[in-house]
């Protein structure tokens, strides 16, 4: 994928972010427009276009994924009072970046979970 890819040019160190955790192959860093008090982003530096290709295509990958935003809230200090962990999916789920991203959302009460 590489220079098509937003998140990849990110990966790449082409594009600045404010990264706040990295692995061997998992990278978190704000969301540049953040909705809730803390906003993170984790992504595999791998390129999978959304969480059902990562899921199917390399599980221990998809982990590795869900660990790095387990440690993401912690160092963030969100375990006490909870948060939200989200991977919007294609056109209906709203995603409009296809390089695979958890959204790590909390630090203050995030509402229902879908707003009609
Ligand atoms: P999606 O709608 O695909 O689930 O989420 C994409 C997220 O990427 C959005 O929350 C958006 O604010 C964020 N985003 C878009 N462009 C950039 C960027 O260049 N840098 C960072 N850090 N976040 C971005
Ligand atoms: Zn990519």
Redesign the pocket.
Known sequence: MGSDC?FCR?VAGE?P?TIVRETDTTLA?????P?APVHV?VIPKEHYADVATLGQGDPGLAGELLAAAAVVAEDEGLLGDGYRLMF?TGAYG????FHV?A?VLGGAPLGPMICR
């Not at 860093?29 to 427009?33: G, L, N, Q």
């Not at 709203?94 to 970046?97: A, I, L, R």
């Open positions: 937003l990110i594009i972010a860093f704000r969301d540049i427009s909705k982003l919007n709203g995603q409009e970046v991203h959204h």
